[in-house]
C-alpha cells in the first residue's frame, strides 16, 4: 500500500521537528519538507513548508501552525495559500507513531 498525504518528522515533538512527506492531489504531487520556523509573533507558523520547483530548487510554498482546539487541546494546520490547499495533521488510522502525521485536507471556509 502506498502511503500519500504525510509527513514523517524526525521527532515527535512536532513544534520542533524537521520533517518531509508528500502531497498527492488529482492534478500535482509534491515531495515536502518542513523546518522550524522560530518567531516572537504569537501568529506565525511552527514550520516553513517547502517543494521543489521544477528546475530543482525548494521553494517556499506553505506554512504549519500550531493552534488549540475547543477542548484546548492543541492541534496542527497545513496551508499552501497559492493552491488554497489547507489541512490538519493527524494519525492515520491504527498507527500509534506520533512521528507520521496524516495530511487531512479540508476545504477553506469563503
Not at 51 to 58: C, E, F, L, N, T
Not at 80 to 93: C, D, T, V
Amino acid at each position: 500500500m502506498n502511503i500519500t498525504n504525510y509527513i514523517q518528522f524526525e521527532g515527535d515533538d512536532l513544534a520542533t521537528a524537521k520533517g518531509s512527506g508528500l502531497i498527492s492531489t488529482i492534478d500535482r504531487d509534491m515531495d515536502i519538507k518542513v523546518v522550524p520556523f522560530d518567531s516572537d509573533n504569537e501568529k506565525a507558523p511552527t514550520h516553513r513548508v517547502y517543494a521543489k520547483s521544477p528546475r530543482g530548487h525548494d521553494i517556499e510554498v506553505g506554512g504549519i501552525w500550531k493552534k488549540d482546539n475547543q477542548e484546548g487541546k492543541p492541534y496542527f494546520t497545513l496551508s499552501i495559500r497559492k493552491l488554497r490547499y489547507n489541512a490538519n495533521l493527524g494519525r492515520f488510522p491504527g498507527q500509534d507513531d506520533a512521528s507520521l502525521q496524516a495530511i487531512i485536507e479540508w476545504d477553506a471556509r469563503d
